[in-house]
């Protein structure tokens, strides 16, 4: 079945530790983007990356890291430079094509949490 | 700036009702728009998309979209207990990349039996 995986379900982070969050997809879609979502809250933009080799800050980039060596993979570093990280990380994907914005296919997210 | 609004509920129908739910976004120039459902603790499933003025119907959904009023909204007839969950209304904006949503902070549903 196509889809995009996101693993571990639930993550812990130390003080002072960097932790990556794996995003992987099979739908050979061009795009895929990092979203993070706290509690009451609406989705906000990491980064995206609509080529191999190339991603884009999102509105809140800071403390976070990405890297796109493979179509396939967009995983997610969230260093210690990130003093709330506390929340729920969504990986999502989309073809892109035509002039309208493209219909994102989501993850099952990632709850990382602080220790 | 808030580029989409939600009321952020809870709203609370009676089984078989009818559900509204309201978005309103800030760019003129928004040319696409999007309804994702999100049970708790789980990912958002898109459920509705709109690009014209006008309603677009798909079983018990209606999305209804005014672009002079910069109102989209989401219908749902014969509410179950089933459709009790977060939904989150989204906007691509003009200019924006291809995929860059601004999403709203959701309506939270309840439909009681």
């Known amino acids: 079945d196509g889809g995009i995986t996101q693993s571990p379900k639930y993550l812990f982070r130390k003080e002072g530790q960097n932790v990556t969050l794996s995003c992987e997809q099979n739908?050979?879609?061009?795009?895929m983007y990092w979203y993070r979502q706290d509690p009451g809250q609406g989705l906000r933009l990491i980064y995206y990356?609509?080529?191999?080799?190339?991603?884009q800050k999102g509105d809140i980039a800071e403390g976070y890291s990405v890297s796109r060596e493979k179509k396939e993979s967009f995983p997610l570093t969230v260093t210690s430079a990130q003093k709330n990280p506390t929340a729920f990380y969504l990986c999502a994907s989309s073809a892109l094509g035509g002039n309208r914005g493209e219909k994102l296919f989501f993850g099952s997210g990632t709850q990382l949490s602080v220790l | 700036q808030k580029e989409v609004e939600q009321n952020s509920g809870p709203l609370s129908v009676p089984e078989g009702a009818i559900a509204s739910l309201n978005c309103t976004y800030s760019?003129?120039?928004?040319?696409?728009f999007f309804w994702y459902r999100q049970y708790s603790g789980k990912s958002p499933e898109l459920i509705m998309f709109i690009y014209s003025n006008g309603d677009k119907e798909d079983g018990r959904f209606t999305a209804q979209l005014n672009k002079a009023s910069q109102y989209v909204s989401l219908l749902i007839r014969d509410s179950q207990p089933s459709d009790s969950a977060t939904y989150l209304c989204?906007?691509?904006?003009?200019?924006?990349?291809?995929?860059?949503?601004?999403f709203g902070r959701g309506t939270q549903l309840t439909v009681w039996p």
């Open positions: 739908l050979n879609h061009d795009a």
């Open positions: 990356s609509q080529i191999v080799n190339d991603f």
């Open positions: 989204a906007v691509n904006n003009r200019g924006s990349t291809l995929g860059r949503l601004y």
């Open positions: 760019d003129r120039g928004s040319q696409s």
